[in-house]
């Protein structure tokens, strides 16, 4: 049984940083690709960052790039997002998932989803 658990979210302020964190279980650290999305209330949920299996490949969405950085350590079967100089715009539940891709994260279905952690910016 796979078990996906995000931690990590919080209530910051403009400019602050947060770093969460994606526990994996039941799957394989060597076999899949990892993501990262969100979504605000009222809003779809949208792709923010993906990291493939050994960590080689990653890709974010435009309006994060150079301020968040997607990590794994698959020795313990865990994903990071780094989220620095955060905005209020950033303010949303964050999920991570496991991808059967390698390759267009944005587009991949989502094979697992955990339950999320939620992240708000104050301006």
């Known amino acids: 049984q796979v078990h996906l658990a995000e931690s990590g979210g919080g209530l910051v302020q403009t400019g602050e940083s947060l770093r969460l964190s994606c526990a994996a279980s039941g799957v394989s650290a060597s076999s899949y690709t990892i993501a990262w999305f969100r979504q605000a209330p009222g809003k779809d949920r949208e792709y923010v960052a993906g990291?493939?299996?050994?960590?080689?490949?990653?890709d974010y969405m435009d309006s994060v790039k150079g301020r968040f950085t997607i990590t794994r350590d698959t020795s313990k079967n865990t994903a990071y997002l780094q989220m620095n100089n955060l905005k209020s715009e950033d303010s949303a539940d964050y999920y991570c998932a496991v991808l059967p891709c390698r390759t267009n994260y944005a587009r991949c279905p989502v094979e697992y989803w955990g339950t999320g952690t939620l992240v708000s910016v104050s301006s």
């Open positions: 990291i493939g299996w050994r960590g080689e490949r990653t």
